[in-house]
Structure formats: structure tokens, C-alpha cells
């Protein structure tokens, strides 16, 4: 009688031993405690001991039940301490990996150009005004003293939806339009995309210039070189040169163009810089005074100097950038190494 609740005892304690998971030990605590488990079986045998011993026997029974429920609810404590262990174990980070970067927008090269271009223009004075990309002939280039059949339209030839309306070849028709409001004096930086039939590694069909005009009394070349001169020690590091040509626009008399040195050969001369050494990076002048006086300005006592340059131009400078095509293919491996913020 004692030896069958001891017998069950310890298979109870040898089975509990070998148990490893949660899960296994509540099959395992049913397969003993459950309504039709092993314990209650051996009440239900009852009937069959002699009546004098059953009293002992049912309080054995009871004792092997309390005990066994204990040891099961000892070992699912462990279990499960042991279990959370295992999950924390595996779930652990190790905290002196380093991280990794959130992948964060920047801006473009050629934006980072434009906005110190103007920053520099806007400390010496200059206000933004923004013309139309589609244009009219007119404003494009009659107003600017280039007419019909003019031979010097060759030098900016756009794309055209009609006769008389294109994209702009360039940034001067704001000029113009700046002009036509009748307030003087004025100080205008016109920045925009622009288009030509253009297409090499200095050329691309559409780019960006920067415009700027000042008309007032007493303006001259001198105003422009000590802006420009300006402009250049702002943007460019200490070891580009830059010389100004004699040139030719029908918008400014005289004309000039200013060359900066190449940004691969370094002024030696290569395939970039066609063997001169120098880049082009902007034109400029006087404003004529058929421009002025067909905007309405009298010559006699206003004078304009004026100046446009490719924001392309500048930064392939600035930063050695051979290929002016490289700036338009959304590269990440490229991009990346400019602005990150
Ligand atoms: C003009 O566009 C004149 N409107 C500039 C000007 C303004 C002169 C005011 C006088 C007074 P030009 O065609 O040289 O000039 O172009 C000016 C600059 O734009 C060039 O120096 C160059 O930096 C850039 N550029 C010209 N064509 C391209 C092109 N296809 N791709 C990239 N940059 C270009």
C-alpha cells in the first residue's frame, strides 16, 4: 500500500528530473495530478484496500498529491526562469557595436553652389528676382539688342515650341523684365535653369546660371571687376586665378568673360579646358545702352553693369568635377559625399 505511493513518488521525481520545457512539464503535471491522471487513480483504487488501512492510505495519497503539486510548481518556476534567461540571451545587444547611420537627405552639390553664390551677392546688397523660364523672343533676345537673323543668337540657341516661344537660353531676360518695372536703382540677382543645343563634357542642355544687373548713376567697369573680384575670392579657394577676357554680347558694351583656372589640369591644359588651361565661368559687361533706353531707362543718367555665370561651371570647378554629365545622375555614391545633414 505505502510502497505504491512511494513507487509513484518516484517516478514522479525522476520524470520531473528529466523535464526541460514549460510545456512538456504541464503534460506531465495532468498526466499525474489531472482528473484522470495517475494520483486520482490511485484514490479511485480505494474500494480494493481493506477498510482498516484505507484511512492511512487516503492520507498517503493526499500527502503524495501536496508534494507532488509542490514539486511541480517549483520546477515550472525554474523552468521558467530559465526559459526568460534563454529569451534575454538571445534577444541581448551588444551595446559596443557601433550603429548604424540613419540614412539621411543633403543637399545637391549644385545647391550648395547657388546658395553661396547668393549669400555672397546678397551680402554686398543684391535682392532675388525670378523670370519665367518659357519666354518670349522678345524678352530672350530682341530686348537685349539681339534681332531677328542676328548672327550672335548662334552663341545661345535654345529649343523653340514656336516662333516666338522657347526656353530661355539664358538668365538675362530677367534683366529685362527687372528693367521694365521702373524702380531705379536696381540690384538683381535673377537665378534659373536655362536651356541650350548643347551637349559635351563642359555643356549640358539644361543648366543653371545666376544673372546679375545693377543700374544706377555712375556705375562703370571698375564696379564690375571689384564685384566679381569679390565673387571669386568668396567661392573659390586661394589657389584658383582667374583673368578677365575681352568678349563680345550685344547686351553689354564693353563685354568681358572671365576664366578661372581648369579644375583637372590645373592650368596645364587637357581635353576639359580644350588645351587653353582656363574654364569659362561667366560673361559680363556694361550694359548696353540700347538695352537701357529700350527699357525705358535714360542712358544719359543711368548706367548698368551686368553679369551672367553657369552655377555648373562653378562647381565642377570648386570641387574638381570633370564631367559636368556627373552632376545630373542622381548618383548616390557621388551626391554623398557633399552636404550630409
Ligand atoms: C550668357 O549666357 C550671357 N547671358 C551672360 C551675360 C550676362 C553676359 C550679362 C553679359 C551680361 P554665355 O553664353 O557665355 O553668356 O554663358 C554664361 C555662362 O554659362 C558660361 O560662362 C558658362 O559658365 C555657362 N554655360 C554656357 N553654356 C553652358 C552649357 N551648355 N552648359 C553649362 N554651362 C554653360
Redesign the pocket.
Known amino acids: 500500500m505505502a510502497s505504491k505511493t512511494e513507487e509513484l513518488r518516484q517516478r514522479v521525481l525522476s520524470e520531473i528530473e528529466g523535464v526541460r520545457s514549460v510545456k512538456a512539464l504541464s503534460e506531465l503535471k495532468v498526466a499525474y495530478l489531472g482528473k484522470n491522471g495517475a494520483i486520482k487513480a490511485l484514490l479511485r483504487g480505494m474500494k480494493d484496500i481493506p477498510a482498516e488501512n484505507r484511512a492511512e492510505f487516503g492520507k498517503a495519497v493526499n500527502e503524495l498529491s501536496d508534494d507532488v503539486s509542490a514539486l511541480f510548481e517549483q520546477k515550472e518556476a525554474a523552468l521558467k526562469k530559465k526559459e526568460l534567461q534563454e529569451k534575454f540571451a538571445s534577444q541581448a545587444v551588444d551595446i559596443t557595436l557601433p550603429g548604424k547611420r540613419p540614412l539621411s537627405g543633403g543637399l545637391h552639390p549644385l545647391t550648395i553652389v547657388k546658395n553661396k553664390i547668393i549669400d555672397a551677392f546678397i551680402g554686398m546688397g543684391f535682392e532675388i528676382f525670378e523670370g519665367p523660364e518659357i519666354d518670349s523672343d522678345y524678352y530672350c533676345f530682341q530686348a537685349l539688342n539681339i534681332p531677328k537673323d542676328h548672327p550672335a543668337r548662334d552663341?545661345?540657341d535654345t529649343f523653340y515650341f514656336t516662333d516666338n516661344i522657347l526656353l530661355r537660353?539664358?538668365?538675362?531676360p530677367g534683366?529685362v523684365r527687372s528693367m521694365e518695372k521702373g524702380k531705379l536703382p536696381i540690384k538683381i540677382l535673377s537665378p534659373g535653369r536655362v536651356y541650350?543645343a548643347?551637349d559635351d563634357a563642359?555643356?549640358?542642355?539644361m543648366?543653371h546660371?545666376i544673372?546679375g544687373l545693377v543700374v544706377d548713376k555712375g556705375v562703370s567697369l571698375c564696379d564690375l571687376k571689384g564685384l566679381l573680384d569679390e565673387f571669386v575670392r568668396v567661392i573659390f579657394d586661394g589657389d584658383t586665378e582667374t583673368r578677365f577676357r575681352p568678349s563680345y554680347?550685344p547686351?553689354?558694351e564693353p563685354?568681358v568673360?572671365v576664366d578661372v583656372t581648369c579644375c583637372k589640369c590645373h592650368g596645364k591644359g587637357c581635353g576639359l579646358c580644350k588645351g587653353t588651361g582656363w574654364i569659362?565661368?561667366?560673361?559680363?559687361?556694361v550694359v548696353n545702352k540700347n538695352v537701357l533706353k529700350m527699357s525705358g531707362i535714360d542712358p544719359d543718367i543711368y548706367s548698368g553693369l551686368?553679369?551672367?555665370?553657369?552655377i555648373?561651371?562653378v562647381t565642377m570647378i570648386k570641387y574638381g568635377i570633370p564631367d559636368?554629365r556627373t552632376l545630373f545622375e542622381s548618383n548616390l555614391k557621388f551626391l554623398e559625399q557633399f552636404d550630409r545633414r
Open positions: 552663341m545661345q537660353p539664358h538668365t538675362s534683366q541650350r548643347d563642359s555643356h549640358s542642355p543648366f546660371q544673372e554680347f547686351f553689354t563685354s568673360e569659362e565661368i561667366l560673361g559680363a559687361g551686368a553679369f551672367g555665370l553657369g555648373e561651371r559636368i
